[in-house]
């Protein structure tokens, strides 16, 4: 009698290393549309397969940025910035699941549904103001409105730091439970139980 190995079937699921294939492809296709600069694609497409490759590199972030501000370079549309505001988020979501999900493994897609749920509430909203933005300056007006990308960005960056600080006073308050003295479980390492 041969003895079979132990396997785990995951149902509708899929590869996980198709997430890291897909942020490729997003990252490269970005590139592709909204980059007018062929160094600038060149270093997003590279940084994806990095990222891709090595995701604690951070890399795949480092495209992402790169199809962003490679934008700057072309003139502004509507349409450009939808479709940026779209591949970015795309490029955002793919590299954490990256970061997060070991290449080999697979995935269930049942599991990816809240990513998605997210994906489409986010991108609701910030394709709304985008367009909204989009519709309220008009050309001619776009080169008064550089002061309002600076405000975003202080407001971003006072947005980020006070959730820190929110983050860092919670963790302060939580009280560490420590083990029973006395070694009772025989597993007393100190730490919290």
Known sequence: MRRRPHTFRVPWGV?????????????????MLLVPVPLWRGVAIIA?????????SLAA???GACVGLGMLFADPHPAQTAIAVLVV??????????WTVPAWSWISLRALLPTLRRFVAIQLVAQSLA???AMLTSPAQAR????AAVAAAVVLVMGAGVGLFALRRVDADVAAVHSAHGGRSGADVGGPA
């Open 48 to 56: 994806a397969v990095v990222g891709a490759v090595v995701p604690r």
């Open 144 to 147: 008064g409105m550089a002061w």
């Open 61 to 63: 972030w480092i495209g």
């Open 15 to 31: 590869p996980a290393v198709l997430l890291r294939v897909l942020l490729v492809a997003v990252t490269a296709a970005g590139a």
């Open 131 to 133: 367009f909204g933005i």
């Open 89 to 98: 988020h795309a490029i955002h979501v793919l590299a954490s699941l990256a």
